[in-house]
């Protein structure tokens, strides 16, 4: 089994340390993972904004760089998404504007093998209790992409319920979304920004120390209302909960 | 006495920026929204073939939309075979004229009115106005709403941003403009209030000989209209008058009786949070000695056959106007109907008025971009409308221009205005993206420089850092950490 972590463009730049907890645990599980240096961005936020062609490059990257892998494991809800829903699409409007089905089969190549982690978990390695330590209260936020599009389920809660020491803390208004949603936090700043002062005053409420998530990029909106309402609730991957143990360093955190 | 309209509003963010201000109004929004939402759950978690069902009528739309021609040219034959006369309008304003002329023949000034989306969309009531015809609303909220010089902000609630006070406010200071006033001593009891209405609207119902009508459904095998409704005002209308006139978007039509059945069990559930609505009042033509004696049907099209030219916008002509995709929006929740600048608020506004109405406008432009993309509308969504699919498809629209359909021809249009920085910078991301060595320098970059980001971002970034933190950047991006902790030490 040849598995590829693709760790998208934002946990690359802005959240390494969500990759590595990925290379970690994975590791810890008994799996080989590899990182491409090819890779870079799904195309979602050029996808999603209205640049369909400035996404098709992407899609083509993606698929060369992780041809020969069996799996590609992304710590990413939406960035999984990507893949699934729309490389498929962006394969068959190419096609119908007479360019042929390169696209489309660089789609075919790519979707069957693109796992979330969570996914990747619990339905690849059948695995729900992979090992983790974590002795905090946690309260779980459902990404709209992970939960809508993908389905994921109750796959996160079920493997943070086996984290020992972690106390999950039920999230009122759990499946409502935070107000990212990628250019509309900055297009339309306002609602953007009202979604995510009521998500952050749900997340205060449950007393939970931390909030966690299948996508840094919501993290990043919800971390960033926390921090401006002043609330001392950490936003965290899942990942990195995942791959703490009594002997990693996260742990203290 | 005519009413504000739509035309000349702003932009969706700017006019969102004010309503997410307003606390009365988010209150409201919140209380409401989330009580038909939830009702909604209750009503739909009942049925275990829910899914099944909800697929029946997204297929049936879709066929039927195929076939569109062919169930049109059934209905009008079947209506007029049944005594009815069938009217054909290309837009809202030819639809306003043929309503105009058929009220002016009968010679009457006032006409009463069953809740309608279609007329809501030409805008019926101000041009009857124009001609001297006062249009008296019905419905419950659509009279609020017009009492109030206000406009609807949901399409199966209008008056869904007002509470019970300003209910009452309205009633006391305007109902005598319009005919009874409201009865002295009026406190805001929804059970108070809902009889000052009734006896306002009973004056109405029994003077009116002219009523004005949409329909939810129109039977194509047989020629029958349909109305569900929940007050009895569609009732009175649609049997008490001399002469009904009903204004039908061509997308209405189903086949037959048996597909029916399906919309009939979607829509209450999705809609009010109903098993059944109180009220379903079905016509075929006239019938000696029984309801109207003069039966018009106006058949608008108003940008629906250009619509049903985009492969992928076409879903959005499915819609039974149920609202559900309203109630569970986050976006709209917080920045109200008025914000989307139609009679379509929402969701599906967001979807139907961009193509309904083209992208020329920078409203309308505004609107596929007015979601977080979050999906809850696709999720209820009675008829499965992919609405995140369609928004996305329409952004490409508006950012790229490209060919669409108007007025029943092909035309090519440019990219809106005020996207090119956006272009440029999109651009640029893309050519980065498709070179790692670019992106892996752009990244040290940032880390290296790290100390030094502004805690307030400037420019466009205002928009983030206003309201949120801006995330630091790592003093190693992963890739580099990969190589210098598995890739160097496997050399």
């Known amino acids: 089994m040849r598995v590829a972590l693709f760790v ?172 990212f949603g990628g250019t509309f936090a900055l297009k339309n700043a306002a609602v953007s920004a009202a979604m ?45 909960i995942l791959a703490s143990t009594e002997r990693t360093r996260e742990v203290a955190r | ?64 939309l195929r076939h569109l021609d062919h169930y049109l040219g059934q209905a009008e034959a079947a209506v007029t075979a049944a005594g009815g006369q069938v009217h054909w309008a290309a837009d809202g304003a030819e639809a306003n004229r043929i309503v105009t002329e058929l009220v002016r023949a009968t010679g009457e000034t006032e006409v009463v009115k ?22 008296c609303e019905t419905d419950l909220a659509e009279l609020i709403v017009q009492l109030g010089d206000d406009l609807p902000s949901h399409i199966l609630v209008p008056a869904i941003h007002r509470n019970r006070s300003e209910i009452r406010d309205i009633f006391r200071e305007r109902m005598a403009d319009w005919g009874r006033p409201a009865p002295d001593g009026l406190t805001d009891r929804p059970a108070e209030l809902a009889e000052a209405a009734r006896l306002h609207l009973r004056e109405k119902f029994l003077r009116a000989k002219v009523a004005v009508s949409g329909a939810n459904f129109v039977v194509a095998e047989s020629g029958t209209l349909v109305v569900v ?83 992928v916008g076409r879903q959005a002509l499915r819609c039974i106007r149920c609202s559900a995709c309203l109630n569970v929006c986050p976006v709209y929740e917080r920045a109200g109907g008025h914000a989307y600048g139609s009679a379509y608020p929402g969701p599906i506004g967001a979807i139907l008025m961009p193509q309904l109405r083209g992208t020329d406008s920078e409203l309308d432009a505004s609107l596929p ?37 108007r007025g029943g021809t092909k035309v090519t249009i440019r990219p809106a205005k005020g996207h090119a920085a956006e272009r440029a910078a999109m651009r640029a991301a893309r050519w980065t ?12 970059l940032a880390s290296r420089t790290r100390r030094l980001h502004p805690r307030r971002l400037p420019g466009p970034g205002r928009a983030w850092s206003d309201t949120r933190a801006v995330p630091e950047v790592p003093a190693e991006p992963f890739r580099d950490w990969w190589r210098r902790t598995r890739e160097e030490s496997t050399k």
């Open chain 1, 8 to 179: 998208t463009c934002v946990n690359d730049t802005l959240f390494p340390r969500t990759g590595r907890a990925v290379v970690t645990l994975l590791e810890r599980l008994g799996v080989e993972v590899d990182f491409p240096q090819a890779q870079t961005c799904c195309g979602q936020p050029q996808f999603n904004t209205g640049y369909r062609h400035e996404t098709e490059p992407l899609v083509r990257r993606y698929a060369t760089a992780f041809d020969g892998y069996d799996f590609v494991v992304t710590p990413s809800g939406s960035c999984a998404a990507m893949v699934r829903d729309n490389y498929p699409r962006i394969g068959a409007k190419a096609a119908a504007e007479g360019r042929g089905a390169e696209l489309a089969e660089a789609a075919a190549r790519a979707v069957p093998k693109t796992y979330e982690l969570t996914e990747f978990l619990v339905d690849v390695l059948e695995v729900v209790d992979v090992g983790a330590y974590y002795p905090h209260t946690v309260t779980y936020h459902p990404t709209c992409h992970g939960l809508r599009l993908l389905g994921l389920g109750d796959r996160p809660r079920r493997l943070l319920e086996h984290v020992r020491g972690l106390e999950l803390r039920e999230l009122p208004g759990a499946e409502e979304c935070c107000g």
């Open chain 1, 196 to 240: 995510g002062a009521d998500k952050a005053r749900s997340i205060t409420a449950t007393g939970a120390d931390a909030v966690c998530t299948v996508d840094n990029s919501c993290l990043m909106h919800i971390g960033g209302t926390l921090t401006r309402l002043g609330s001392t609730v950490r936003p965290v991957h899942i990942a990195e």
């Open chain 2, 1 to 64: 006495m005519s009413g504000r309209t739509y035309l000349g509003l702003p932009a969706f963010p700017e006019a969102a920026a004010q309503s997410t201000r307003n606390a009365t109004l988010r209150g409201n929004l919140r209380r409401a929204t989330h009580t038909i939402r939830d009702k909604r759950a209750r009503a739909v978690a009942e049925l275990d073939d829910w899914q099944r069902l909800r697929a029946a009528g997204a297929a049936i739309k879709t066929r039927t």
């Open chain 2, 114 to 135: 069953v809740k309608s989306m279609a007329t809501q969309e030409i805008g019926l009531n101000d041009a009857l106005a124009g001609a001297g015809i006062t249009a």
């Open chain 2, 229 to 311: 409704e929940s007050e009895g005002n569609g009732r009175m209308c649609l049997t008490l008058p001399e002469t009904l006139i009903s204004v039908v978007g061509i997308e209405k039509v189903v086949p037959t009786w048996q597909d029916l059945e399906v919309f009939l069990q979607l829509l209450p559930r999705s809609s009010t949070a109903e098993r059944m609505n109180p009220y379903t009042s079905m016509w075929t033509g006239t019938t000696d000695g029984d309801g109207p004696r003069n039966f018009h049907l106006v058949l608008l099209d108003n940008g629906r056959t250009d619509t049903l030219a985009d492969t």
């Open chain 2, 369 to 405: 971009f007015a979601s977080s993309l979050c999906g809850a509308c696709y999720e209820v969504c009675p008829v499965a409308i992919d609405i995140p699919e369609v928004l996305v498809h329409l952004r490409e629209r508006v950012v790229e221009g490209g060919e669409v359909v």
């Open chain 2, 433 to 444: 993206l498709d070179h790692p060595g670019a992106l892996r320098t752009a990244q040290r």
